[in-house]
């Protein structure tokens, strides 16, 4: 399964030494004043558009660029720069910049938060103008209806806080990371520790806005329901430029339980994981349990980080009947608000500290790890002997973890070709490959990708397979990548049936229909399809 990123990797090398000398020269002149008066001609004369379009000669250039990369990664001297950066302020900029950037037949790469794990949405082998959502972020909830209107730019937390500004009993089901865009969550699926009782993301969107390859806004009824359909979970960048989602509130109580329970295989972690495996997707639905794997020096150890929308007495009843080697007691059990169980979810150091919800509105701009991710589906319970050789595998490369989230519940319930994310029915869990270091080393960057490489490898009997499945939000270069060139549907269709099983050849033909030309494209997008190539 390397081929295809190694290959990557060492045409990327390449180009970076090539591509990063051009960027650091001063732009063809007229590609500024090109693109600056082509805005002028599809937009509002009364915003002063030279502050929404920064060459890469501009002083700010490099702030904008790298406040919103979050892999440390693609965040380098070598890695390869857009030629121009667009910060729309409002949708008809949006429109004007896909008008434009069609004009000059130059690429262009959207990014909302910038979590995409593998910097698809802000980087490219080739020229390319960036669009970077983030100044559009209007928030607007309306707790009657149980509706919010959000925009692509929004991030989580801010969305988390606004709901909570208007009402104590709902939330929205979405990632524990606060500072993810809205735009590429949504867009790819969108999942969090409520998606046993709701569903994902996706499955809690009524409405859209996109302004698609001739810079028409359009919402759901303009766009129709194929449209509405790819963008619910089929990655928003193959078919366009989401500007928003209206999405729907869910109900969460007013007091929710978190906890935290830790075991080392000398304490019996094996036994642990493999009742985790009976029990986790088959529960109540209220109850989510992370399974965390992880290397511990000469040992491992097991992590059940649980969400339960409910009291602690009652989450304690039901796991000391269905989980007795969790051992569970009250005293390991902290009932909060739901809005507090965000913020341990995502810094349990900052809440001990007493951290308000204000802190989720924090974006943490230029701010990130090196990293990388892989994800994988389980469909049979791993046996003993399996989870035995994983641990050893782990200790081992010294670093690399495995997160195990839960399906069941409201997941086994929604149709598979209800949106373009399968991963429904028959998937017990989904697993994350995790290694974040600090290194800045291309010896270290080698070493942490081989040893996720590695696992993945040594998991293979366990997941599913024909085919392999992978969730889009994991972004996983690994898997294959597409050259859009004689061959750009059978290489679209290697990772396309991983991340959508049945569900690509729906999506190619909506990619078809919409964008015949291709111009909306990455590394991943959805190919056209081979008859209108």
């Known amino acids: 399964m390397a ?16 591509f990063s000398s051009l960027s650091a020269r001063s732009p063809n002149p007229s590609l500024y004043d090109t693109f600056l008066h082509c805005l002028t001609q599809h937009t509002n004369p009364s915003t002063q558009l030279s502050n929404i379009v920064f060459a890469n000669t501009d002083s700010k250039f490099p702030t904008v660029l790298e406040n919103y990369i979050r892999n440390a990664r693609f965040n380098t001297s070598s890695t390869p720069k857009p030629l121009l950066i667009v ?60 509706l919010a209107v959000v925009q692509a730019g929004a991030i989580l937390g ?27 969550h949504i867009s790819g699926g969108g999942y969090g520790n409520m998606l046993r009782k709701y569903g994902l993301s996706v499955d809690n969107v009524i409405d859209a806005q996109i302004v698609d390859v001739k810079g028409n806004l359009l919402n759901r009824k303009t766009m129709g329901e194929d449209l509405f359909w790819a963008i619910r979970g089929g990655g928003g960048a193959s078919f366009g430029v989401i500007v928003s989602f209206t999405i729907k509130l869910v109900p969460v109580p007013e007091t929710v339980t978190f906890f935290r329970i ?47 929308l409910g009291g602690a007495n009652e989450v304690v009843s039901i796991l000391e009947k269905e989980f007795p080697l969790l051992g569970l007691k009250k005293d390991n059990c902290t009932e909060v608000s739901w809005i507090d169980s965000v913020i341990w979810w995502n810094d349990d150091e900052a809440f001990k500290n007493g951290a308000k919800p204000e802190t989720l509105l924090d974006r943490h701009l230029n701010s990130a790890p090196f990293l990388k991710r892989k994800s994988d589906y389980v469909q049979n319970a791993i046996p003993r002997e399996g989870l035995e050789l994983i641990w050893k595998k782990m200790i081992e490369l010294g670093k ?9 519940g409201k ?22 490959y995790s290694v974040t270091w600090s290194d800045s080393s291309p010896a270290a960057a080698q070493n942490f990708l081989n040893q996720t490489r590695i696992l993945y490898s040594e998991m293979t009997p366990y997941v599913s397979k024909s085919p392999r499945s992978a969730f889009l939000n994991y972004r996983d270069i690994d898997i294959g990548t597409n050259s859009f060139g004689k061959n750009s549907f059978q290489e679209g269709k290697v990772y396309g049936a991983k991340y959508f099983n049945d569900n690509f050849q729906r999506l190619v033909k909506v990619k078809t229909a919409v964008d015949p030309e291709n111009f909306f494209r990455n590394e991943q997008s959805i190919p056209v399809s081979p008859i209108k190539a």
């Open 158 to 184: 801010e969305l988390y806080f606004r709901i909570w500004e208007k009402s104590k009993l709902h939330g929205f089901p979405a990632a524990v990371c606060p500072t993810v865009g809205v735009g590429g």
């Open 400 to 408: 690399t973890g495995l997160v195990f989230n839960p399906y069941g």
């Open 87 to 146: 910060t729309p302020l409002v949708e008809s900029h949006v429109q004007a910049a896909v008008i434009c950037a069609k004009s000059v037949n130059i690429q262009l790469k959207i990014r909302s938060g910038g979590h995409d794990y593998e910097g698809i949405s802000y980087i490219s082998q080739k020229p390319f103008i960036l669009l970077d959502m983030s100044n559009l972020r209007k928030i607007t909830v309306d707790v009657k209806n149980e």
């Open 262 to 308: 830790d075991k080392t295989l000398e304490q019996n972690a094996t036994d642990l994981v493999l009742q985790w495996q009976q029990v986790a997707p088959t529960t109540d639905d209220r109850l989510f349990m992370r399974l965390l794997l992880a290397p511990s020096g000469k040992t491992a150890r097991a992590s059940v980080v649980a969400l339960f």
């Open 3 to 18: 081929k295809p990123s190694l290959a990557y990797l060492s045409a990327a090398f390449v180009f970076l030494s090539v």
């Open 411 to 432: 997941m086994a319930q929604i149709p598979s070709d209800a949106t373009p994310f399968p991963h429904r029915k028959g998937n017990l869990f989904k697993v994350q």
